[in-house]
């Protein structure tokens, strides 16, 4: 327990066998999220039990997110009891053709390692601007992020533990503790179709950017599918399901992470039968730089810059306008360092005269599918909003 009680704090506790038994060290015990997990001071916090943080958008600039300005949605309490020489992950489930459980060591050294940067979104990330309200965090853009991970293709765990032909689903487990403290209630099991299992870049990772996975982010182990919303890629996990149903653990059934298979009128209340399971997250951008309130100096060129993402599919066009979405103006787009990673967009604009301006967003996806300007179709949840991310600025006198 002192061992991993030093692996939550950072350093070893001095003096640690002194402490009374159950004795939570003060440091614990803060609610800053900067001395707590690292974060960057303007990171915004929307709730502490559980922990959910998000950036601002120009927080997010930097080509690969760092640690410290990574968003954190949690559905339970952060476990602590961590001992990662004896930790180990088991497969098992209805269309197993094996149990097989493997430590640390195990995936590390007896599988291939890849590293993918890959883009991770809360299914909720812009719900505070759906009208009427979706209960939930109101997270406003800041809930996304593109970090490197590395690790283990979830398939070739899969062929080894062996899987039948009515496989269906996999679904995941973890340490994290449910907020009654009941230790028998599990906080969330979701999971991805075989499909997106069988994936190169899914996988069962125990390192970001280079590092141990940060606690908060699901040291020492988690499951990363990028391009479906977040909640797939489960934290902390030690248990991988193979079923021969739709995974029906806590947080995959009634409206959680699922909106209307047809569209709604706001305020509806959707049966669950009318509600589909959220995979591919839709075609979204941000603007990172300048920040919103940015000052030019008249005749000066602004630059401006950010990310597009597309869930499963790529971004092929992005377009900014000026003039509040009369006209649009085609930028430079790069490429995606693989597939599922966000890609980088920049362009010089003019702005014509002095005044009030707002610079407004559009990526356009490999399917021609384009963000709307506007919210857009309603869901009791407020899940997928991909709406025009827009910035004011201000051009004034030299």
Request: net charge neutral.
């Amino acid at each position: 327990m002192l061992a991993s009680l030093s692996t939550v704090i950072g350093t070893n506790i001095v003096f640690g066998e002194k402490m009374e038994k159950d004795y939570e060290p003060l440091f614990l015990q803060d609610n800053d999220p900067q001395s707590l997990f690292g974060k960057h001071a303007e990171m915004t916090t929307l709730n502490d039990r559980p922990w959910n943080i998000e950036a601002k958008a120009h927080l997010l600039d930097d080509a690969v997110t760092p640690e410290d300005r990574m968003f954190i949605r949690n559905n339970g309490v952060i476990p602590r009891n961590i001992d990662p020489e004896n930790w180990t992950l088991t497969i098992e489930g209805e269309s197993a053709q094996n149990q097989k459980s493997y430590t640390l060591n195990d995936l590390k050294t007896k599988f291939k390692a890849y590293t993918y940067q890959l883009t991770l979104e809360c299914g909720g990330n812009g719900r505070s601007e759906f009208n009427p309200p979706a209960k939930g965090n109101q997270w406003t853009i800041g809930a996304v992020s593109c970090a490197n991970w590395t690790g283990v293709r979830l398939k070739d765990l899969l062929a080894d533990v062996g899987v039948n032909g009515d496989a269906v689903y996999i679904g995941y487990y973890g340490k994290d503790t449910h907020l009654s403290g009941d230790p028998n209630k599990v906080v969330i099991s979701r999971g991805v179709p075989m499909d997106k299992a069988m994936q190169d870049e899914t996988l069962v990772a125990f390192a970001m950017n280079g590092k141990d996975i940060p606690l908060a982010h699901g040291y020492p182990l988690r499951l990363v599918a990028g391009g479906f919303p977040a909640s797939a890629s489960g934290k902390w996990i030690n248990r991988l399901v193979i079923r021969n149903i739709v995974h029906d653990g806590p947080k995959m059934t009634g409206t959680a992470y699922r909106v209307p298979a047809e569209p709604v009128a706001p305020g509806t209340e959707v049966p669950e039968e009318m509600m589909k399971i959220i995979e591919s997250m839709p075609v979204k951008s941000l603007i990172t730089y300048p920040k919103s309130g940015a000052i030019v100096k008249e005749g000066q060129s602004l630059e401006v810059r950010g990310h597009a993402w597309a869930g499963e599919q790529s971004v092929n066009e992005m377009d900014i306008s000026i003039d509040f979405g009369a006209t649009w103006q085609r930028v430079r787009l790069g490429r995606p360092k693989n597939r599922l990673a966000w890609q980088r967009w920049s362009a010089d604009v003019k702005l014509p005269q002095k005044g009030y301006y707002e610079v407004w967003a559009r990526a356009t996806d490999s399917n021609g599918k384009s963000q709307p300007m506007v919210v857009p179709g309603w869901n009791p949840k407020g899940y997928l909003n991909n709406a025009c991310h827009r910035i004011a600025v201000k051009v004034v006198t030299v």
